[in-house]
């Protein structure tokens, strides 16, 4: 029903910026919250960033100062602006959508939660 497609991943130097967009499409009234998250080779996957229908953000302490997580309703998009980016940056991106499905109240949005694909970002010299 909902469909979240990520772009923007890639091979960047550290010191360097990505910025990861994501839009989402399908059977969407609205967004309640959107989000970002990655996992690493052998790790979990983590909380990156993620941004209300508010507008209320809530960000890894890892990259606070160096990421900021935006959004165009009108678009139903998300941005990732990733500067001074590190090795530990490197990992799988994936974007998260909490949406409000056309025809349901907005209360069900917490039982429709999608992920996109999944996008690469490398951070090497």
């Known amino acids: 029903q909902v469909q979240l497609v990520e772009s923007g991943g890639g091979l960047v130097q550290p010191g360097g910026s990505l910025r990861l967009s994501c839009a989402a499409s399908g059977s969407i009234f609205s967004i309640n919250a959107m989000g970002w998250y990655r996992q690493a080779p052998g790790k979990q996957r983590e909380l990156v960033a993620t941004i209300t229908s508010r507008g209320s953000t809530n960000y890894a302490g890892s990259v606070k100062g160096r990421f900021t997580i935006s959004r165009d309703n009108a678009k139903n998009t998300v941005y990732l602006q990733m500067n001074s980016l590190k090795a530990e940056d490197t990992a799988v991106y994936y974007c998260?959508?909490?949406?409000?499905?056309?025809?349901?109240?907005?209360?069900?949005?917490?039982?429709?939660?999608?992920w996109g694909q999944g996008t690469q970002v490398t951070v090497s010299s």
């Open positions: 998260n959508a909490e949406v409000t499905l056309v025809g349901e109240p907005w209360y069900r949005a917490r039982d429709n939660n999608y």
